[in-house]
């Protein structure tokens, strides 16, 4: 299995998990503290922004992906969607483990062609599905599977942004629109909390007025009997990040907003001192990074050879349902999964 | 300031939970002259005149009464509805108006070919939150509108067994909880083009019995703007509130989120509601409607609309696809 003894620390005597990241734009960046945290000795090859990238996480670049693979233990695939599967399979066949970032794939089939390659490879393929390593949504799901809110029954889901900044997420063809990329973290939550999905429907509409405005709404049929709201929106300019949940079981409900109380609110006056930098006022968070949960959570996977939160067919199977959604957007129908 | 002469108004059943709140509000009106019929027994719905049939409050007056507020179990609103027109009375009638498309049709006809006011008693119309979304939506705030996402959660009506039982109420909570706010979305929207909708039986399982419990609902307008509804019995037993109504809509103009029940002062376990009487304004509403003669909204066809959308969904429930309203 692992062809190296990883170790999170980096004073230690064994060698350093040797990783390399494909593609250095911006979820790369959310990926690359937690394996520094790890102690991962860092390379990067990307069409741009590499020397960027190097230069701010202690990377060594390489001009070539031949060149990346011969020198990693594992591969971390932070390119755009179109581009997972030839890099996958290119990692797979050099032997090595492979981190990648979610959508694995835009259709099922290729996605399940990955997670195969990586059986027969007898390697790791992880989806980066970040959204189970958000503290939230794992206290719901221990909550859930700890059975202290009953049988679940009807699920709701959340999640709203600006329009995203890289072009190619806005051409469905490249990134699958607003289902695939930004709504496949809750489809993953249903499928995860309530478990497989039989039928799914799903409407988009995108503003006449602005192709940049998109809001979809999918519901997910349970095998479980459960049902599940999923709602999407790619907001106008401005529009904050904002993500909730509310989950009925028959025994109670569970609900989160991250536009909710924090634990930390300025008021109006210190806000604005904070904004002028009048005020010195330090950002702070008040969770861990769910990034760098998943990357260490992938680093012990690997280290152990364990299960990991995530795993290929967990990533596989929320490409499926996605892809059904895209199917129900095109025929009007409800499709059968 | 004179006080008008007394409307006479029947309260017909009180089956519906709401009967009590309603009798309460007419009967601390000076310009009305109620009587209560209770024909099940339920008891619990206090009143100067009470009584056992509704064949005595028919009789209560000589002339009979001007108007009725019909809160019985859902099935039986028709033939009290289809009886006031007879008689030339006005009718707010509990909603769901009906329990069938061909029963709304029927009772919607027969109000406006006797000239009786039929209105449809959706209280949440008159709330401050809704009139605040509605006036954002037509005065540009938020843009275009392309989606809007609704919960009416609620627990399962205690005391009251006829509302999980499908003969009596229709169905259960996309019969109870899918109109209040299908109905706002029709006085944003207009009609939706389809519907779609999934429900289940997980929630109160051992109390509800073939009534579905959990359900969610999707509309699509012409145009393509999508909305949907969560109408599950979902509030959990032990909540200190009954439920609530939430409505979001987002648009290119930024997002609004409207909560009808939100004003309250809690504590742990505390819920003290301090917003808008809204059956008061509802009440309000149609007396005025019967003084002067014409409905105002909600109207009697706007029960038919949303009875007609509650159709539709259990339609797609029973075949597992979205239904085009047109062709109920």
């Not at chain 1, 063809?173 to 939550?189: A, K, Y």
């Amino acid at each position: 299995m692992p062809q190296f003894s990883a170790d999170p620390a980096p004073d230690q005597h064994s060698s350093p998990l040797r990783v390399g990241i494909v593609g250095t734009g911006g979820i790369s960046r959310a990926h690359a503290p937690g394996w520094v945290e790890a102690g991962a000795e860092l390379h990067c090859h990307s069409v741009a922004g590499a020397e960027e990238f190097a230069a701010q996480f202690g990377a060594r670049v390489h001009a070539d992906l031949g060149s990346l693979l011969a020198a990693v233990d594992v591969v971390d695939v932070c390119t755009p969607t179109p581009e997972h599967g030839a890099i996958v399979h290119a990692a797979l066949d050099a032997g090595l483990d492979v981190v990648c970032e979610k959508p694995l794939a835009l259709t099922a089939e290729e996605a399940d062609d990955l997670v195969a390659h990586a059986e027969r490879a007898g390697r790791r393929l992880l989806p980066a599905h970040v959204v189970r390593y958000f503290p939230q949504y794992a206290a719901a799901k221990r909550a859930i599977d700890a059975g202290e809110i009953g049988e679940i029954a009807v699920l709701r889901f959340e999640r709203t942004g600006s329009f995203p900044r890289q072009p190619w997420f806005g051409d469905e063809s490249l990134s699958g629109g607003i289902v695939m990329d930004q709504m496949i973290h809750d489809i993953d939550q249903a499928l995860w909390m309530a478990g497989p999905a039989v039928a799914v429907h799903a409407r988009q509409h995108t503003a006449a007025a602005t192709d940049e405005v998109r809001t979809a709404h999918v519901v997910l049929t349970h095998a479980s009997g459960a049902i599940s709201h999923c709602r999407g929106l790619w907001g106008a300019p401005g529009t904050a990040f904002r993500y909730t949940f509310d989950l009925a079981g028959s025994g109670g409900c569970l609900r989160y907003d991250s536009a909710g109380d924090s634990g930390i609110t300025f008021d109006a006056v210190a806000a604005a001192r904070q904004a002028s930098g009048d005020g010195f006022l330090p950002e702070v968070t008040t969770f861990p990074s769910p990034y760098a949960e998943e990357i260490l959570d992938f680093v012990a996977a690997l280290s152990s050879g364990g299960a990991a939160r995530v795993d290929g067919a967990d990533g596989a199977e929320a490409v499926r349902v996605a892809g059904a959604a895209l199917q129900s957007l095109r025929t009007g129908r409800s499709i059968a999964c | 300031m004179l006080t008008p002469t007394p409307l006479r108004v029947a309260l017909m059943s009180c089956a519906h939970t709401h009967a009590a709140g309603y009798a309460a509000l007419l009967e601390a009106r000076a310009d009305v002259d109620l009587v209560v019929a209770d024909p099940d027994g339920f008891g619990n719905v206090s009143a100067r005149s009470l009584v056992g049939s509704y064949e005595e409050a028919w009789d209560r007056w000589a002339d009979g009464p001007e108007a009725i507020v019909v809160t019985s179990a859902n099935a039986h609103h028709r033939d009290l509805v289809l009886e006031a027109a007879r008689r030339g009375v006005h009718v707010l009638c509990e909603k769901p108006l009906a329990t069938t498309v061909a029963d709304a049709e029927e009772m919607v006809a027969a109000c406006r070919d006797a000239g009786v006011v039929l209105m449809t008693a959706f209280p949440v119309h008159f709330s401050p939150a809704v009139a605040a979304l509605r006036t954002a939506a037509a005065d540009g705030t938020l843009g275009e509108v392309i989606g809007l996402t609704g919960t009416n959660n609620g627990k399962l009506p205690a005391g009251r067994d006829w509302f999980s039982d499908p003969e009596l109420a229709g169905g259960g909570a996309l019969v109870d909880h899918t109109v209040h706010l299908a109905q706002i979305l029709d006085s944003l929207l207009g009609e939706p083009e389809t519907v779609h909708a999934v429900t289940n039986r997980i929630l109160w399982k051992d109390r509800a019995g073939d009534a579905e419990t959990g359900g969610l609902v999707t509309l699509t307008y012409p145009g393509g703007l999508v909305a949907t509804i969560d109408c599950s019995w979902s509030q959990p037993a032990d909540a200190p509130t009954w439920g609530g109504l939430t409505l979001q809509a987002v648009g290119t103009g930024g997002q609004l989120q409207i909560d009808a029940f939100a004003p309250h002062v809690g504590g742990p376990g505390r819920w003290l509601p301090y917003g808008t009487d809204l059956d008061a304004a509802l009440l309000e509403a149609f007396l005025g409607a019967v003084r002067a003669g014409e409905a105002v909204e909600p109207t009697g066809e706007v029960g038919l609309r949303t009875t007609r959308v509650v159709a539709a969904a259990q339609e797609s429930v029973r075949t597992g696809q979205p239904v085009p309203l047109a062709s109920l």
